[in-house]
């Protein structure tokens, strides 16, 4: 399945013909778009992010395949792009670029798939699969785990959350993925965001618009994901959530554990190692004292970063919450490990009346099977186990039947 795209960017050029347009274009010409830019618009963004943003999206523009009215058809080096344009007074006032699929999405003869817009502010795009004859019993809704990743959660060669959808499928459980907001629009992240920002509120904004539709809404978190679900819990309408490759640790102590692993088993000198966890120790130590008053970036994330994660720790909600919990873990899982944070999960549900544990055998950090038991398994073209996904799909019917 083939990714599907809208850049959104609407700005004013000034003295700007779309026979203009059409030549900067092919030229890949940024700059000269950039100098037509209003002054207001240049603050925003500067031409290197512009040329950044449709290179990432669309790739170079190469040769116009058709223009008509105000939509043209260019072939790009990443397949084909369309542009639609507005102009008012020979000035163009609006331009949206939008990457054309190869194909339509892939469906098959009881489920159908469509991209849909996720947070109109920025037409944050999300893929809807569901039965073609929709009875609207149940909605999983996907969460990444932490950094920037398109809607299908990839990681070199794996591709979890697309595995996840399609094997929920089998059962006639309707899901939602989505890119997070600065993957789809990195320009946009500032070191003035936090988790909020990134994918939580876009999450409430799934929930708002297609929650309602369903009798049972259901939150699949991966690992920082499964981290959020419990306030995504607390703060919206859900039934359940899953955790997958989930920790009750402070995020900062998963770094921890796996940057000194790292340096550990690199082949630094002696002195070069103790020197390097020192530094390691000092970094963690000052974003530990870190309050709602400080500044500045630690681990390339701000200090505002940091501390919406320690507004969202699962121990601060889960006294409040009455939804069923299904906790699952690999246990070749090297980053987020069963000995120190599937544990985590276990103590912090030990009195927690509808919670379940699921642990898998010989399974990594993405549920793939372990080969190398390190991070050149992700490299391999695998999928997720479809024991993971049929025990997840039981677990959510079976709520139904109680």
């Given at each position: 399945?083939?990714?599907?795209?809208?850049?959104?960017?609407?700005?004013?050029?000034?003295?700007?013909?779309?026979?203009?347009?059409?030549?900067?274009?092919?030229?890949?010409?940024?700059?000269?778009?950039?100098?037509?830019?209003?002054?207001?618009?240049?603050?925003?963004?500067?031409?290197?992010?512009?040329?950044?943003?449709?290179?990432?999206?669309?790739?170079?523009?190469?040769?116009?395949?058709?223009?008509?009215?105000?939509?043209?058809?260019?072939?790009?080096?990443?397949?084909?792009?369309?542009?639609?344009?507005?102009?008012?007074?020979?000035?163009?006032?609006?331009?949206?670029?939008?990457?054309?699929?190869?194909?339509?999405?892939?469906?098959?003869?009881?489920?159908?798939?469509?991209?849909?817009?996720?947070?109109?502010?920025?037409?944050?795009?999300?893929?809807?699969?569901?039965?073609?004859?929709?009875?609207?019993?149940?909605?999983?809704?996907?969460?990444?785990?932490?950094?920037?990743?398109?809607?299908?959660?990839?990681?070199?060669?794996?591709?979890?959350?697309?595995?996840?959808?399609?094997?929920?499928?089998?059962?006639?459980?309707?899901?939602?993925?989505?890119?997070?907001?600065?993957?789809?629009?990195?320009?946009?992240?500032?070191?003035?965001?936090?988790?909020?920002?990134?994918?939580?509120?876009?999450?409430?904004?799934?929930?708002?618009?297609?929650?309602?539709?369903?009798?049972?809404?259901?939150?699949?978190?991966?690992?920082?994901?499964?981290?959020?679900?419990?306030?995504?819990?607390?703060?919206?309408?859900?039934?359940?959530?899953?955790?997958?490759?989930?920790?009750?640790?402070?995020?900062?102590?998963?770094?921890?554990?796996?940057?000194?692993?790292?340096?550990?088993?690199?082949?630094?000198?002696?002195?070069?190692?103790?020197?390097?966890?020192?530094?390691?120790?000092?970094?963690?130590?000052?974003?530990?004292?870190?309050?709602?008053?400080?500044?500045?970036?630690?681990?390339?994330?701000?200090?505002?970063?940091?501390?919406?994660?320690?507004?969202?720790?699962?121990?601060?909600?889960?006294?409040?919450?009455?939804?069923?919990?299904?906790?699952?873990?690999?246990?070749?899982?090297?980053?987020?490990?069963?000995?120190?944070?599937?544990?985590?999960?276990?103590?912090?549900?030990?009195?927690?009346?509808?919670?379940?544990?699921?642990?898998?055998?010989?399974?990594?950090?993405?549920?793939?099977?372990?080969?190398?038991?390190?991070?050149?398994?992700?490299?391999l073209n695998m999928c997720v186990e479809y024991k993971v996904i049929s025990d997840m799909a039981y677990w959510i019917l079976n709520l139904e039947d109680k």
């Amino acid at each position: 399945m083939k990714k599907i795209i809208i850049l959104f960017l609407i700005f004013t050029l000034s003295a700007c013909s779309n026979v203009d347009l059409e030549k900067m274009l092919l030229a890949n010409d940024f700059d000269l778009i950039y100098d037509n830019l209003q002054d207001h618009l240049k603050q925003s963004i500067t031409s290197d992010q512009l040329r950044d943003v449709v290179y990432n999206e669309c790739g170079e523009f190469i040769s116009l395949e058709s223009s008509n009215d105000n939509v043209m058809i260019f072939n790009n080096t990443q397949g084909k792009c369309q542009v639609l344009y507005q102009t008012v007074n020979s000035e163009i006032s609006s331009f949206v670029i939008k990457h054309i699929p190869d194909k339509q999405i892939e469906s098959n003869t009881s489920f159908k798939e469509s991209i849909i817009i996720v947070n109109d502010d920025i037409m944050l795009e999300g893929v809807l699969n569901e039965p073609i004859e929709n009875d609207y019993r149940n909605l999983v809704i996907l969460v990444q785990g932490s950094g920037q990743s398109d809607y299908n959660a990839s990681i070199g060669g794996v591709k979890p959350f697309r595995d996840i959808a399609y094997g929920l499928s089998d059962y006639d459980i309707a899901s939602i993925r989505f890119d997070k907001r600065y993957y789809a629009y990195p320009h946009l992240a500032t070191n003035n965001i936090g988790v909020s920002d990134e994918i939580l509120d876009d999450v409430g904004l799934i929930i708002d618009k297609y929650g309602d539709d369903y009798e049972n809404v259901t939150i699949v978190g991966h690992s920082l994901g499964a981290m959020l679900a419990f306030r995504i819990a607390y703060e919206n309408d859900v039934d359940n959530i899953i955790l997958m490759a989930g920790s009750n640790r402070d995020l900062i102590d998963i770094m921890y554990d796996q940057l000194s692993t790292q340096i550990i088993n690199s082949d630094l000198e002696l002195e070069q190692l103790d020197d390097s966890i020192n530094q390691l120790n000092d970094m963690v130590k000052q974003v530990k004292e870190l309050n709602s008053n400080s500044k500045g970036t630690y681990f390339n994330l701000s200090a505002k970063y940091w501390q919406s994660l320690n507004e969202s720790k699962p121990e601060l909600f889960i006294d409040d919450l009455d939804v069923n919990i299904l906790a699952m873990h690999g246990d070749d899982d090297f980053q987020l490990t069963i000995k120190d944070d599937f544990s985590s999960l276990k103590d912090l549900l030990i009195d927690y009346d509808n919670a379940t544990f699921k642990q898998y055998e010989g399974l990594n950090h993405l549920f793939t099977k372990s080969i190398n038991n390190d991070v050149s398994d992700y490299e391999l073209n695998m999928c997720v186990e479809y024991k993971v996904i049929s025990d997840m799909a039981y677990w959510i019917l079976n709520l139904e039947d109680k």
